[in-house]
Each structure stands twice: as structure tokens, then as C-alpha cells.
């Protein structure tokens, strides 16, 4: 598990008494951001009415994304399409760069996924009681449902709402980690076998590369538009 | 050999640093969370505003550029197209003038071909006719002339074998007289 663990980097900060050190971590959530930006800084640079492949994926990533979000939230979500976009190339590129050799998964850490979770949680609570008011609370009331039913699915429903930021950051944590450490044990195994039997987890470990490149772009899809459904929810007011 | 030994050494110290066996997950270790939720937020705060007001924009702008652009020439394309129809239509229209005209000046010339070799063969045929009744005419004279003179000759004839006959002279005017009787009884036969 050593490619999980934060180690200090630098000189220790601490401010009001919390150690809040460059690590490992912050350097790999620096390197995503950085990419991301200079992707974007060289898919903007020149507006070409043809653009070029570098300009091209920049304008298929805003496509992706903005037709997303309107599949999925409708046009009342168009303010919070930057923080979407920065959302899911945040993610995006954080995972892929977790599957270069030697690197730092950032996504990997619960406290990370956590915390993006839990901001998303909050903001879409709170933008669903500045729209709504009081009325947001029948988003835990559905309607179609007999009598009987329903304090039983009011319970369920306000149970699955709190849940939200566990779910949405436990999938993203658990996928990344769960990937690494296979990727690990086999790698593991590739050594302890040696020459005569390390083909076979040699070639897994193949394999998994692959599917946990794909893993990592799925989550950052799924992270999104997950956000994207609870944002949805907040704004139109289905039940 | 050096060099082999020194790469041999730095490959097993990493590989038994990376390999080395850690109890539990680091993820559960509350010693950096404070450092690593502070770190995200500045650097997803940083990226988020340099994304939604510098980059996003941008992309954004260039975007309805493209499509406005394309939407112009989408345009000028069917203005041109239908320019083009119109265009078509009036050539169509003066190809079907100039045909109508066409049969007109053929009608018209041969209507004045008809009538000029209809007045051609009406003055051939008048001519003819006239040439003929001036035939005629003539061999109506000719006629006239010819009994006259057989007349004459039959008379002359008629009193030279009267005379050779019977040796005297007749009576001119009554040989005549009697020739001209005989003639006149006669003549339907011969002519």
C-alpha cells in the first residue's frame, strides 16, 4: 500500500495549529490542474474556424460535458456548467495521471473524494431551498405513492438524500483504490514468480491497465453526472 | 562492472521501498486529511475560476463563431440557390419566348411564300389562258381563211374540169354559187 501513502514534501506549514504540509498529494493535484490548464491554454490559443486536433479536443471535451449537463439537468443549469466542466477534467485527469508508473493517485483518498462530495452535497442542498424554500422538502415525499406506503418511503427517500455524499465519494474512492491495489497484487505477483511464471499476472496486468484506464474515465463520468442528476433534482422540482 | 553494481543496488533499494509492507490503508490516516482537503480546495478553486472565466469563454465564443459562420453560409448558400432557380426560370421563360417566335417567323414566311407562288401561278395561269384564247382565236381566222380559200380553189378547180369537160365556159358566179352550196353541206365533214 505504499503507493497510497502521503508523505511530506518541503517544509512543514502548519497554520492555527493544523499541519497543513505540501505532500505528495498536493504536487499531483497541482500536476492534473496544470495539465488540464495547458490543454486548455493551447485548445484556446488559436480560434480557428477548422480547428486543429489540440483545439478539436478541447471543443469535444465542452461539447461532452455541456450536452451532459442538458441531457441530464436541463438549460436551468447552464451557471453551474464551469464548475461541472472543471469538475469532471479535475477528476478526469487526477485518475489518469494515478495510472502513470510511480505516480499519486490523488482520487484514491477517501478525504479527497469526501470533501468533493460533500461541497457538491451542500451547494445542491443549498440551491435547492434557495429555489424552492420550504417546498425542496417534498423531494423526500414522491408522489403516486399509497398512503401506507408513505412514511416508509419518506424515510427511505431522506435516508438515500443524506447518503449521497457517502455514495458518490466511497464509488469514486473505492474504484480507484480497488484498481491500484489489483494492479499492485498482480504486479506482486509477476515478481514472486519469476521468469517461469510471471507471464501469465504479467499479462493480466495488461489487461487491468486497460480496464482501469477506462475505469478511470467512467468515474469521472459518473462522478459528474451524478452531480449533474442531484444538481437536476434541486432545480426542477420533480415529485 | 561498477556502473552494473551501482544500477543493481539503486533498483533493489526502490523496489524494496516501493514493495515494503505497510500495515493498513494510508487513506485511513488522519495525519494529512487537513493538508489534503486544504490543498484541493485551493488548487480546485484556482483551476475552477482560471476554467470559468478565462478558458470556457473562449471555447465558447469560438463555438458560436463556427456556428454563426456556418449558419451565414448555410444562408448565402440558398440565397445563391435560389437566385440560381430564378435565374433558370428566366432563361427558361426567354428560351420559350424565342421558340414561340420562332414558329411565328415560320409561320408568317411561309404564308408569304404560299401567297407569292399562289399569285405566281394565278398571273402563270391567267397568261396561259390568254394564250390560248389568242390560239384559238387564230386558228378560228385560220379556219375562216382556209374555207375561204379552198372555196376559192374548189371553184377555180371545179370550172377547169367543167371547162376541160365539156369545153365551154360556165357561168362563173353560178360555179361559185353551186361550190359554195356544196361546201356549206359539206364542211361539218372536214372540220
Known sequence: MQQFSVHKIGPEIKIAGIDLSFTNASLFMIISASIIAIFLFFGTKEKKIIPDKIQLIAELFYSFVAKMINDTAGSKAKPYFPFIFSLFMFVLLCNMVGMLPYAFTVTSHIIVTLIMALFIFIAVTIIGFLKHGLKYFSIFVPSGVPAILLPLITIIEIISYLSRPVSLSVRLFANMMAGHTMLKVFGGFVISLGILGGWLPLGFSVALTGLEILVAFLQAYVFAILTCIYLNDALNLHH | ?191
Not at chain 2, 93 to 103: A, D, G, P
Not at chain 2, 115 to 144: H, M
Open chain 2, 1 to 191: 562492472m561498477k556502473r552494473y553494481l551501482l544500477v543493481i543496488i539503486v533498483f533493489s533499494t526502490i523496489s524494496t521501498y516501493l514493495f515494503a509492507a505497510e500495515a493498513g490503508m494510508p487513506q485511513l490516516d488522519p495525519k494529512y486529511w487537513a493538508s489534503q482537503a486544504f490543498w484541493l480546495i485551493l488548487v480546485f478553486s484556482i483551476l475552477y475560476l482560471s476554467i470559468a472565466k478565462f478558458y470556457l469563454p473562449k471555447i465558447k465564443k469560438n463555438l458560436d463563431n463556427r456556428e454563426n459562420k456556418i449558419k451565414e453560409d448555410l444562408d448565402e448558400a440558398n440565397k445563391m440557390k435560389s437566385l440560381s432557380e430564378k435565374k433558370l426560370k428566366e432563361y427558361n421563360v426567354i428560351l420559350e419566348n424565342s421558340k414561340k417566335e420562332v414558329t411565328k417567323i415560320l409561320l408568317e414566311s411561309k404564308n408569304t411564300l404560299d401567297k407569292s407562288i399562289q399569285n405566281k401561278k394565278e398571273t402563270i395561269e391567267k397568261d396561259i389562258e390568254n394564250q390560248l384564247t389568242k390560239a384559238q382565236k387564230e386558228i378560228l381566222e385560220l379556219k375562216t381563211s382556209s374555207i375561204n380559200s379552198i372555196n376559192n380553189i374548189s371553184q377555180e378547180i371545179s370550172s377547169n374540169i367543167i371547162e376541160k369537160m365539156s369545153g365551154d365556159k360556165l357561168n362563173e358566179s353560178s360555179i361559185k354559187a353551186v361550190v359554195e352550196e356544196v361546201s356549206k353541206k359539206n364542211i361539218g365533214k372536214y372540220l
